[in-house]
């Protein structure tokens, strides 16, 4: 809609020469942007701390953005209806051909996932290399089996059945997961597969919707253990199960030990990164990136992209540690911001 259209109903021809005379205000009211962006719950909290800091250096600029699991956000990638989506799983080659306008992965952080249980009384939980995929396939469904006593000797497990709590949508934060369990596991790869949305085949299984809908679910059900991103495992006060890693080392996760397995990650081309089983730190970790088009409807538009982008890149990257995500080493920033720069239109 035009500006002459909006005032015709309303002003005389004199009056609307004196509202153009103020340029600088039409022109503020011209640059301004609204982008509309869904996808992922596991970078939720960080994307909309960008969303808050972004308009202190660019006021004009406005950030939507919906958490509605990854899976979400690639059909409306795909679809066209965001102006940018986001997932913990990278866009797989057919789901790429299908974006007409073409699509870019920008890698924004990574993070850890957070084992989480309820066991009144157990304080600190191993689960070994072993027993953790032994788990999540059914293999093992009663927290005292034998498998679990190994790898917590002296902890007192309760003679009980294990609540799974798994996610209800598509998400990347299961396929982080699965991926995990798949690399270290044949037998969970070959029943249950590195997915976003895999077919559990367990008992007492519970299903929560995003991640807070798991952290809530495994809160409230005693017995219960499920898998989230470790941001909200702190904020929902969760117990976090340490994992054992390739090194045979029993970690919690924490910052750190994200930032140590993911410190050997090497980005291709397309910064399409698989993180299955880390040489170190923190076994469970993976990326999540942001995928934004390469030709949009209107050069304001793509101009707005690239400027969030670019602030997510340069400036937002400082609030990352501050909420428990890592940061996207600085040569491959520089990376993807020559690509976005170069090639969104």
Do not use: C
């Amino acid at each position: 809609m035009t500006l002459t259209t909006i005032f015709r109903p309303v002003v005389s021809t004199a009056a609307l020469t004196t509202v153009l005379g103020f340029s600088p205000l039409l022109t503020a009211i011209a640059q301004a942007e609204t982008l509309n962006g869904a996808g992922a719950t596991f970078p939720a909290p960080l994307y909309e701390r960008y969303a808050r800091e972004v308009r202190k250096k660019h006021p004009e600029l406005k950030v939507n953005y919906q958490a509605i699991g990854s899976g979400g956000g690639i059909r409306q990638t795909i679809a066209g209806t965001v102006d940018f989506g986001a997932s913990d799983a990278a866009m797989k080659d057919d789901e790429i051909a299908k974006v007409k306008n073409g699509v870019i992965l920008v890698p924004t952080a990574g993070g850890a996932v957070s084992v989480v249980y309820n066991l009144p009384g157990v304080n600190r939980l191993r689960l070994s290399r072993k027993t953790l995929p032994d788990i999540f396939s059914g293999k093992i469904t009663n927290w005292n089996d034998q498998q679990i006593k190994a790898d917590n000797p002296g902890v007192n497990l309760p003679n009980q059945p294990i609540r799974f709590a798994v996610r209800a949508d598509g998400s990347g934060t299961t396929f982080i997961f699965t991926n995990h369990l798949s690399s270290i596991n044949p037998y969970f790869k070959g029943r249950i597969g590195a997915n976003t949305a895999p077919k559990w085949t367990l008992p007492n299984v519970l299903k929560g919707k995003g991640n807070p809908g798991v952290a809530a679910l495994v809160a409230r059900t005693p017995g219960s253990i499920g898998y989230v991103e470790y941001d909200y495992a702190t904020k929902n006060n969760l117990r976090s199960a340490e994992i054992q890693n390739r090194k045979g080392e029993f970690v919690a996760p924490s910052l750190a030990a994200s930032n140590a397995a993911l410190s050997t990650v090497t980005f291709p081309a397309n910064y399409r990164v698989f993180v299955g089983d880390p040489a170190q730190g923190y076994p469970i970790v993976g990326l999540t990136w942001m995928m934004i088009y390469q030709k949009y409807s209107n050069p304001s538009k793509a101009d707005a992209i690239k400027k969030w982008i670019n602030w997510v890149l340069k400036d937002g990257q400082q609030f990352n540690d501050d909420l428990n995500y890592t940061k996207i080493p600085q040569d491959v920033v520089n990376r993807v911001l020559q690509t976005v720069n170069s090639t969104v239109k």
